[in-house]
């Protein structure tokens, strides 16, 4: 009786003493000992709760271990289990929780509460990281309890959880009886999705390849996963080095993508890349070699196949899905930078000097620099939208790399271009004095192609500053434009590189010193004109046989205030280089040679205008 007043009391540590006194008492047999052991039972676990109850989670836990330990057979025990384990989830316990629930799981496997144990044993297995073990846990739950309505869930979680250790074939088959068992599930899809997921992960790309094939013909309702299924299947038949099958299904998926409104364009995206990255491998195998022929042929197909490339990487810049679009972006200059590579070391006919001369200026001046000037204004595009997304990837990094040394390598052609006319061939039949001004209009030429290599490597610098990029392409720049101009790149503006790069090619010497050039280069943008166009117009006197009208002598004569400032000029330069002590120089000597030439010029002039004007009388 005291026991029975105890528990309406609530006082259940008090019951339990009295009913356990009556328990040792052997006294009770039968239905009256089961009757007491139940009550007994009832008192811990109602203890347990008011522990509970109390957030005492740790004496709650222990008080409903106690009891199951004591008492296994009690109705109650399977949920006494359930409830320690939520207790120590309070706590944070999950070893204590995995334990108990595991416990109740193998125990009472009949129990409403043995399923949701493992699933919550497997989330607590997921918390400490062991992902093999959860797994285990899920797909004991999957088995045992394929009529739950976590069933499917748990065969999702446990792909998910095998694939984090790299077990793709245990998460495939999760995934696989997920979608025979449960096709209606909303996780199906997902789950045959991340079969092939499996396959990618592990590099089994015929696996892929059928299993994303498979997705499109099954799930069709979510056009989403629809279209990424799709693109996947031909990213996987790329990887399978089959390009034109991947092609056709690439192209397919884009097409689709394109058709429905909302769809998420990463996958199409990517897809897009990649259908330019199957031209991008045909395009980079061809190069210009002789026979002739086929050289033209080549050059034909190459800028062909360079219009679709840019074709299909421009589409997929307009997703402006990074980093794809900045993938492609950079692909198309490259495709450009790699035009201009084959131009420049396309195979060389043999050739007189004369012709090499014309076509190496060519080469340089007009068909190789268009290329790497467009290549470079892509890398930069690149940069700048990079800057303004605030993206930062391996193309981005990429371009920064590229603009430097697209820019660094139109310099060298500017500076070759200038050795080729000091190392230009010398006309036939040309006098002493007509072959000394022949080489200075070609040095006048030279300069100004260093000129423009001089602004060219200073664009590397300005880059470095709005960009915050420093590499070797900058080191270099910098240590041509110290050649260059030694009086304006040394000091500080030199050591904005930590280390310059050794020089790798050579340049032929020249006929002046580099300090004579400078200085020459100086005072001719002081006078703000440059000579090497007029230079190069007399570069040979002009035959007045040859004049047919009397206007067109006029208009000539004309310029003969041009030819006496130019006169004037020269006496200052001259003049500047007696002042520096080197007046008997190779460069004086032109000047003189050329001053005379012009003064000889002018006279030839005056009298061929006095006879015909006489002749027009």
């Not at 909302?262 to 031209?279: H, R, S, W």
């Not at 590229?402 to 190392?423: D, H, P, S, V």
């Not at 009208?549 to 400032?565: A, G, N, R």
């Amino acid at each position: 009786m005291m026991a029975l007043t105890f528990t309406k009391e609530k006082n259940f540590v008090d019951s339990e003493q009295w009913y356990k006194k009556l328990l040792k008492s052997g006294r009770l047999q039968g239905d009256n000992l089961k009757k007491v052991q139940k009550l007994t039972a009832a008192s811990i676990y109602e203890h347990a709760a008011q522990l509970r109850e109390k957030q005492q989670f740790m004496e709650a836990a222990a008080e409903y271990e106690r009891m199951v330990k004591e008492f296994p057979e009690y109705e109650h025990a399977a949920e006494a289990l359930a409830a320690a384990g939520y207790c120590y989830e309070q706590l944070k316990q999950w070893g204590y929780a995995i334990r108990v629930y595991e416990k109740l799981a193998n125990e009472y496997p009949k129990s409403k509460w043995a399923e949701q144990a493992l699933f919550l044993a497997s989330s607590c297995h997921e918390k400490l990281g062991n992902w093999e073990l959860a797994a285990e846990d899920y797909w004991q739950l999957a088995t045992m309890y394929p009529k739950s309505k976590n069933a499917a869930a748990a065969l999702y979680n446990a792909g998910r959880d095998y694939e984090k250790v790299k077990a793709f074939d245990k998460a495939a088959e999760c995934y696989r009886q997920l979608g025979q068992r449960y096709p209606e599930s909303e996780l199906a899809p997902d789950a045959f999705l991340g079969i092939a997921e499996a396959y990618e992960a592990n590099k089994q790309w015929e696996k892929a390849a059928e299993t994303f094939k498979q997705f499109t013909h099954l799930f069709t309702r979510d056009k989403n996963l629809w279209v990424e299924a799709m693109c996947r299947e031909g990213l996987a038949l790329y990887e399978l080095g089959k390009k034109e099958e991947a092609k056709i299904k690439l192209e397919e998926a884009v097409l689709n993508a394109k058709r429905y409104k909302d769809i998420n364009l990463d996958y199409p995206a990517k897809a897009q890349f990649y259908l330019g990255e199957i031209v991008w491998g045909r395009y980079k195998e061809i190069t210009f070699e002789l026979p002739l022929k086929k050289m033209k042929k080549d050059i034909k197909r190459k800028a062909e196949i360079l219009k679709e490339l840019i074709r299909y990487y421009a589409d997929c810049v307009r997703t402006g899905i990074a980093p794809w679009a900045n993938a492609a972006t950079h692909r198309i200059g490259e495709a450009l930078e790699n035009y201009a590579d084959c131009l420049y070391n396309q195979e060389r006919q043999k050739l007189t000097k004369e012709q090499e001369f014309a076509f190496e200026i060519t080469l340089r001046m007009k068909s190789v620099p268009q290329f790497l000037y467009k290549a470079s204004n892509y890398y930069k595009s690149n940069l700048d939208l990079a800057r303004k997304s605030k993206i930062t990837n391996e193309w981005t990094q990429k371009s920064g790399e590229k603009l430097f040394e697209t820019t660094y390598r139109i310099g060298k052609l500017y500076e070759e271009i200038a050795e080729l006319f000091r190392n230009a061939p010398i006309p036939e039949g040309l006098s002493e004095e007509e072959q000394q001004e022949y080489r200075f209009a070609l040095e006048e030429k030279a300069f100004g192609f260093e000129d423009n290599a001089v602004q060219v490597y200073e664009k590397n610098l300005e880059y470095a500053k709005q960009y915050q990029i420093k590499n070797k392409w900058l080191k270099m720049s910098l240590q041509r434009l110290a050649a260059i101009l030694p009086d304006r790149y040394t000091g500080k503006e030199i050591e904005f590189a930590e280390e310059v790069v050794p020089e790798t090619t050579t340049v032929t010497k020249a006929r002046i010193t580099a300090a004579q050039r400078d200085s020459l280069r100086k005072l001719a943008k002081e006078r703000g004109k440059g000579r090497a166009d007029t230079l190069v117009s007399a570069l040979v006197k002009k035959d007045t046989t040859k004049i047919v009208s009397i206007e067109e002598l006029l208009s000539e004569v004309q310029e003969k205030k041009m030819i006496e400032d130019k006169i004037a000029d020269w006496k200052k330069i001259e003049q500047y280089y007696r002042s520096k002590a080197i007046s008997e120089s190779l460069i004086v000597t032109q000047f003189r040679d050329s001053l005379a030439n012009y003064s000889k010029q002018i006279e030839q002039t005056k009298v061929e205008i006095e006879r015909l004007n006489k002749l027009k009388d």
